[in-house]
């Protein structure tokens, strides 16, 4: 399926998503919005889609967040769908996980987007920032609150009182970077996360990301306590995938895992 503001290309279990507006620097408007919701509605449903990796056109600019002179001329109305900026961050119950690949900026919203993902690889070049503050406004896309989790108060209060910019090795040191490659490898390095991860069953995933995703306003006392009453975590002791691993395992064979429902 073709799309206006973005390339998605699907092959061996991985969706890539590809923001392709180069010439605003990767910037989102509303039905930029819009459609990669929709790209990511049809990531969760589709059974032979298991990892997702989300990156941006050109050298510049992963994404550089709201398209301002859209909502200078607009408002701010419907900017995003009910699932968030870029389709994802408000997207809270993913039962898959997302690698975003940061090839440039990742401004404003665009950093939101890169926080609400699993895992983040970044190419040297890469800049981040919550910069909404430098023009009047807030990150009010989850960004303020995935910063502190990720990297504790006052090294995010550094970060969001002055709209700075941070290197992609500053970003790795402060913890919200996975890896750091050249530019030239940066989509072989989020291949190769994605092909880590497809070594594991989905069933095993899912229940992994919702148990973590339960932590969030817990004791770790607590949350032990209610993961097998977590539907995922649930689902995977009904799997196949259960029976499949400690029977490949004895065979000294590759698993074969059943695709997610």
Known sequence: MSYQYCRVEAKDHVLTVTIN???????????????????????????????????GEGEKAFCAGADLKHARDHGLEKFVPPSGFGGLTSRYERR???????????????????????????SETARFGLT?????????????????????????????????LVSAEQGLQLGFVNEVVPAAELMAAALRWAGEILQCSPASISATKAIADALDGQSVQA???????????????????????????????????????
Not at 139 to 164: C, D, F, S, V, Y
Not at 232 to 242: G, M, T
Request: proline share 9%; aromatic share 6%; charged share 20%.
């Open 132 to 164: 909404e503050p430098r023009v009047g406004l807030a990150a009010l896309g989850g960004g303020i609150q995935r910063l502190i989790r990720e990297i504790g108060p006052k090294r995010a209060h550094g970060m969001l009182l002055t709209g700075r």
């Open 96 to 122: 898959k996980p997302t690698i975003a690949a940061v090839n440039g900026f990742a401004a404003g919203g665009g950093f939101e987007l890169a926080l609400a993902c699993d895992i983040i690889v970044a």
């Open 21 to 55: 507006r180069p010439e605003q620097r990767n910037a989102l408007n509303p039905p930029a919005n819009h459609e990669l919701g929709e790209v990511f509605d049809g990531f969760e449903r589709n059974p032979e889609h298991w990892v997702a990796i989300v990156t």
């Open 223 to 261: 949350a032990i306590a209610g993961m097998f009453a977590l539907p995922a975590a649930k689902a995977l002791f009904a799997s196949p995938d259960a029976q499949e691993g400690p029977r490949a395992f004895a065979e000294r064979r590759a698993p074969r895992w059943n695709n997610p429902a």
